[in-house]
Structures are given as structure tokens and as C-alpha cells.
């Protein structure tokens, strides 16, 4: 059952049209999808050379990588292709989210474009040494063992040996290696620590932590973007300060695609961001108080409603849930 | 310790947000009109301003736009009123949010999180 937005609750200002001009995209744009698409093809292509002893075909990625820093420069859409809630990602979506959201910290941080290319690529291709870990426990559900999690280590070392050597790009092998170490010298594989790891290899490594909080994994459920921020900015998982910074300002405290629940109890999701008051996004409203889909979704400028905000966020998994509860609800009513 | 100044002529509201502030380790200062806030600015230099929007002496978008002038201090107006017409002025003059009362400290405290990241 869908219901009709209602225009006036504490929204007045919310009618059709008043404020549309803050942000100009709801849905990915066909050019975004489309870089999406090649940057995952390229992924999987490159397993596959890996995985047949062949040359990867590095020139190919670097176009890629040039339309991917130019895409996001232009607009939102591949950011809200990499941070789609909806969905579980493969490994070589998974290698796309992460080239998209580190580029785009890369260039929040004024990195030289030269530095965003290498940011990019190596996001791409950081794990392709995949291909040498058992298919078993790519694919395995529940926690992983000590031993498991000791073959994971390996990766990196995988990755910057077959990246190792290639001609003109040089830099890529020793970035791969160091994306899971961390500032205060907590990470793997050796332990590096603050200036020993590579500035594009930081930039990463948060990209990699972002990315896998927001989707499921096998042995836990997604957090929130909020709540990954928050655990981000609390230093729990050893990343400069500036790194944190710069995560927050390029993807705002309650990211694109987040759920959140408002302080008029609805339920919607946030469509783009203010920079000035990152606490106060725009949102599409999607669901009512008693969890039932609006037929026609107001859009929400919080900034320009302050007696709306955001109450919390919640993952998508939950959104779910409460839809659920809500509709049984629902039908126990009409049985009673 | 990030450093809070409460605005408002109504000590119940200065005492309850105190409190919370408190509890939350920040430093709170006080003050119960426009001027002796603009006092408070100048000598003890906080990272953020709660501010009442109607008060004696000088009222609360006044003294916004005085802060404004001369320092870059997060504003976060507190108020009763409910018309937008006020919300918009204190977002022109560059308050960065604006909650209204009773406050709800859930909501206050993301604030303080965002702001004391910015500054830290």
C-alpha cells in the first residue's frame, strides 16, 4: 500500500519544485553508469590475465582511470554507483567502489592529478592477487578462521608481486603492498608505519575500510555511513587525521544512498549533500511514519527546514526489517 | 577540551544544556544577554555558540553578525520561534544550524561530533 507524501508535515516549504536547484541528479547519469560498467569489465579482465600468467594490460586501465577522475569531477553518479545500499557487490565491483571513492578523496585532498591517477589504478587492480587465494574462502559465509584470515594477509604480497616490474609504472607494486598498513604501524603486511607508506596507498586503505563498512560482508551485516564515519573519525582503525577529514568532506556524515530516519518519524534517503552543514542533507522522503511508501516521495532540503533533521540512520538491512514489521502489522490488523 | 558558550536569558535552558555539555567533557561558559555573549566571544575564544535567538540588550541574530565580522566560531541558534523567515536570516548571516525548543540533545550532540572534528 502506498501512500501519499504529506506535504505539510512540518514541511511547508517541501512543495514541488522550491527548491530544486541544490542538486540536479537522483539517478546516475547513463555516462556514469557506462565508466562504472568498463571499470568492473576492466577489473575482470585483469583477473583473468593474472590468473593466466599474462601481461595486464595497464594502458587500458590508465583511459579508464582518466574517465573516472574526469566523471566524478562532473557529477555524483559513479560515487552513488560505489555506494549503493541496495545490493552486494562482487570482488570486481567491489575493486570499482573502491578506485571510485579513493579518487574521490584523492581529489577533495588536491592531490596532483598525476598522484589521482595513481590513486585510481592501483584502487582498481589492489587485489588482484585474489586469484591466487582458494575460491572456497572468496566465497566462504561466517567468520573466517586465524588461518583464513593469515591467507587474506597474503594478498597484498600477491597483488605487488604480479604488478611487480611492469615498465613505466613502477610505483604500482610497492602501493598494492601497503594499502592494509596502517599510520601508528598496526597494519600488514610488515607493519609500516606514518611515512613509510605511500601516500596514495593511505588514501586507499580508508577507501577500502569505507567501502566495507557500508556493504554486507559474510561474517557481519553493513554500518551505516554514519556510523563508519564515526568509527573512522575515532581513530579506531589508524588513519591520519587529515585522511578522516578529507573522507568526511568528500562524502559528508550521512553519505548518498544512506537511509535515514527523520524527526517526523519518516523514513528517506539522502540525495546529496550540503558542504556547508553536513548534518543536514537532501533528502528524498520515501516512507511514512507507519513504514509505508509514499506514492509520490517529497524531496526535502534540511538546510532549508529547520524544524526537520535527521533523527539517525539506518541500514538498508533494517529499512527492510521495519518495512516487514510493518506490513505484518498491517495484515494482523485486517485479520482482527 | 573544545570549549561551548550557552546564550540564553532563560536559565532553566542555560542550566539543562550546561548539564549535557558537561557530561559530554566539553567547557562551558555562560551568559544571559547579547552583550555579555559578544564579552564572553572576545575573551575566552569558543569553538562553538549556542545562541538564543530573542534576548535583553542585543538579540541573538545581532549577535550573530557580530561574531561573524570578526571570528570564525560555529553558531548554532537555539530558539522557540518556529518561523522560517528567522531561520533564514541566521543561515544568511551564517549560523550553521538552528534547533528549536525543547531542544533535542540527540541532535545537539551530532552537532557537537561534526564541529569538534572540524576543529580538532
Redesign the interface.
Known amino acids: 500500500m502506498t501512500h501519499e507524501s504529506n506535504e505539510d508535515a512540518g514541511a511547508?516549504?517541501t512543495s514541488e519544485g522550491s527548491h530544486l536547484e541544490d542538486f540536479n541528479q537522483e539517478e546516475p547519469s547513463e555516462t556514469a553508469r557506462h565508466v562504472y560498467r568498463e571499470a568492473i569489465n576492466f577489473v575482470l579482465a585483469s583477473l583473468h590475465q593474472a590468473e593466466a600468467g599474462q601481461t595486464i594490460d595497464i594502458c587500458g586501465g590508465l583511459q579508464l582511470v582518466n574517465k573516472i577522475n574526469k566523471s566524478l569531477k562532473e557529477d555524483v553518479g559513479l560515487v552513488m554507483l560505489a555506494t549503493d545500499r541496495t545490493q552486494e557487490f562482487s570482488i570486481s565491483q567491489r575493486s570499482a567502489n573502491v578506485s571510485i571513492i579513493a579518487c574521490s578523496i584523492a581529489q577533495t585532498l588536491v592531490m596532483p592529478e598525476s598522484t589521482v591517477i595513481r590513486v585510481t589504478l592501483a584502487g582498481l587492480l589492489r587485489d588482484i592477487g585474489i586469484v591466487r587465494t582458494p575460491t572456497k574462502l572468496l566465497y566462504k559465509q561466517g567468520a573466517f578462521s586465524d588461518s583464513e584470515k593469515a591467507s587474506f594477509r597474503q594478498i597484498p604480497i600477491y597483488s605487488a608481486e604480479i604488478l611487480d616490474g611492469i615498465s613505466g609504472f613502477e610505483w604500482l607494486s610497492p602501493v598494492v603492498r601497503q594499502v592494509y598498513e596502517r599510520e601508528d604501524g598496526t597494519g600488514y603486511p610488515f607493519g609500516l608505519a606514518g611515512k613509510q607508506i605511500a601516500e596514495e596507498a593511505k588514501v586507499l586503505g580508508i577507501a577500502i575500510v569505507w567501502e566495507a563498512f557500508l556493504h554486507r560482508r559474510s561474517d557481519r551485516d553493513a554500518l551505516t555511513g554514519h556510523h563508519a564515519v564515526?568509527h573512522l573519525?575515532s581513530q579506531a582503525d589508524g588513519f591520519p587525521?587529515r585522511i578522516?577529514?578529507a573522507l568526511?568532506d568528500t562524502f559528508s556524515?550521512y553519505p548518498l544512498n544512506e537511509y535515514v530516519v527523520l524527526?517526523t518519524h519518516e523514513v528517506g534517503k539522502v540525495i546529496a549533500t550540503n558542504a556547508?552543514?553536513?548534518?543536514?542533507p537532501i533528502v528524498k522522503v520515501l516512507y511514512s511514519p507507519d513504514g509505508e511508501r509514499y506514492l509520490k516521495p517529497r524531496i526535502v532540503n534540511l538546510?532549508?527546514?529547520?524544524?526537520i533533521?535527521?533523527?539517525r540512520a539506518i541500514t538498508w538491512r533494517e529499512l527492510s526489517t521495519a518495512l516487514e514489521e510493518a506490513a505484518k502489522d498491517e495484515e494482523s490488523d485486517q485479520v482482527a | 577540551m573544545f570549549k561551548v558558550l550557552v546564550v540564553d536569558d532563560d536559565p532553566a535552558v542555560v542550566g539543562l544544556l550546561k548539564a549535557f555539555l558537561e557530561k559530554k567533557n566539553c567547557q562551558v561558559l555562560t551568559a544571559y544577554d547579547g552583550v555579555e555573549a559578544l564579552q564572553r566571544v572576545q575573551e575566552n575564544n569558543p569553538q562553538l555558540v549556542l545562541l538564543d535567538v530573542y534576548m535583553p540588550k542585543k538579540d541573538g541574530l545581532e549577535v550573530l553578525k557580530e561574531i561573524k565580522q570578526y571570528k570564525n566560531i560555529s553558531v548554532v541558534m537555539i530558539t522557540a520561534a518556529t518561523g522560517q523567515a528567522v531561520w533564514q536570516e541566521a543561515l544568511a548571516r551564517g549560523a550553521l544550524d538552528y534547533i528549536t525548543k525543547p531542544c533535542d540533545l540527540s541532535y545537539l550532540e551530532k552537532i557537537l561530533w561534526w564541529i569538534s572534528k572540524q576543529t580538532a
Open positions: 511547508p516549504q564515526e573519525a587525521d578522516v577529514k568526511i556524515v524527526n556547508g552543514n553536513p548534518l543536514r538546510i532549508r527546514n529547520f524544524q533533521y535527521i533523527r
